[in-house]
């Protein structure tokens, strides 16, 4: 059964770049037909899907976030990674990773941009 | 700009059945969207009860079903039960992409 985990700074601050990793067991983030996803939630708000890479390292992003996101792959690690340039207390929120298929969820780290 | 339609809120007497939907303002909804549904409860991390149109997952009840119904993906809930009251979500690929829906408030009542 695949498990993720997310880890990461919780507080960030404005203007600097948001960093998030999520740990992948039960799976390989390089091999299989498997997508590799970031999705975020402010409070109070509904999900917000962030951008995904698949194994061979190719990413799309949400159009909205394109010019300062970057999702990649560490296959040493069995990771993938988040990186968010330029936050502003707008990007505060809870930030989940997500491997598709089948859906399986991280529980979840919350970021909080603050100076 | 994609955008991807979900009711706001429903609700549904317990042991009643329910249909959420989930459209996008691209067209038709088709098993090449590979639709997902996620419930969500208050304080909890989002789980997903369909995935690609209409597979379980492991912990699914039997009474969520997934489909494709009019042009739009379709979870329907039948006999629905107090602990099924949570957000609903829907995720379509589109253009590349995924897009999710603005979340559905279902209230068992």
């Known amino acids: 059964q695949v498990q993720l985990q997310e880890s990461g700074p919780g507080l960030v601050k404005p203007s600097q770049t948001l960093s998030l990793t999520c740990t992948v067991s039960g799976a390989s983030v390089s091999s299989g037909n498997y997508y590799w996803n970031w999705i975020r939630q402010s409070a109070g708000k509904g999900l917000e899907w962030i951008g995904r890479?698949?194994?061979?390292?190719?990413?799309s992003y949400s159009p909205s976030l394109r010019s300062r996101v970057t999702i990649s792959l560490d296959t040493s690690k069995n990771q993938f990674s988040l990186n968010l340039n330029s936050v502003t207390a707008a990007d505060t929120a809870v930030y989940y990773c997500?491997?598709?298929?089948?859906?399986?969820w991280g529980q979840g780290t919350l970021v909080t941009v603050s100076s | 700009q994609v955008v991807v339609t979900q009711e706001p809120s429903l609700t549904v007497s317990p042991g009643e059945t329910v249909t959420l939907t989930c459209g996008s303002n691209t067209g038709d909804v088709t098993i090449r969207h590979y639709p997902y549904w996620f419930q969500q409860k208050p304080g909890q991390a989002p789980r997903t009860v369909i995935y690609d149109t209409d597979n379980k997952q492991s912990w699914t009840p039997a009474r969520f079903s997934g489909s494709l119904l009019g042009g739009k993906a379709a979870l329907t809930l039948s006999g629905a039960q107090p602990e099924d009251e949570a957000e609903y979500y829907c995720l379509l690929y589109i253009a590349g992409g995924r897009v999710l829906g603005g979340g559905t408030k279902l209230t068992v009542l």
């Open positions: 890479s698949y194994t061979n390292g190719v990413a």
């Open positions: 997500m491997s598709e298929p089948p859906g399986l």
